[in-house]
Nanobody, 122 residues
Framework: VQLQASGGGLVQTGGSLSLSCAASGCTFSTYGVGWFRQAPGKEREFVAA????????YNADSVKGRFTIARDNAKNTVFLHLNSLEPEDTAVYYCARYSTGNDHYRRSYDYWGQGTLVTVSS
């Protein structure tokens, strides 16, 4: 199983980006998928997750209704749409395949993508 995260880049405050997480070696539609992020010098934190039945959950404190997680089963891909970006959103964003347990915890995921860097300038 391999996950490939992409779509990061440099954007100004208030801008938008769409991140993609493409899977190979598994059928993504039968798994939950989560997005995490890690800012410089900080712990990796949960951002959002989507279940195999398309239920979604967000880290309300950090996302504040600005991010949307969605999946395209035909492309075996999960997306994270980032809107109204702030400098505090600067981080490496990781996608991961859910395994078991609390979906807010890193240990609940078994496969991880390599990360994609999002930089928000002020």
């Amino acid at each position: 199983v391999q996950l490939q995260a992409s779509g990061g880049g440099l954007v100004q405050t208030g801008g938008s980006l769409s991140l993609s997480c493409a899977a190979s070696g598994c059928t993504f539609s039968t798994y939950g998928v989560g997005w995490f992020r890690q800012a410089p010098g900080k712990e990796r934190e949960f951002v959002a997750a989507i279940s195999e039945s398309d239920g979604v959950i967000y880290n309300a404190d950090s996302v504040k209704g600005r991010f949307t997680i969605a999946r395209d089963n035909a492309k075996n891909t999960v997306f994270l749409h980032l809107n109204s970006l702030e400098p505090e959103d600067t981080a490496v964003y990781y996608c991961a395949r859910y395994s078991t347990g609390n979906d807010h915890y890193r240990r609940s995921y078994d496969y991880w993508g390599q990360g994609t860097l999002v930089t928000v300038s002020s």
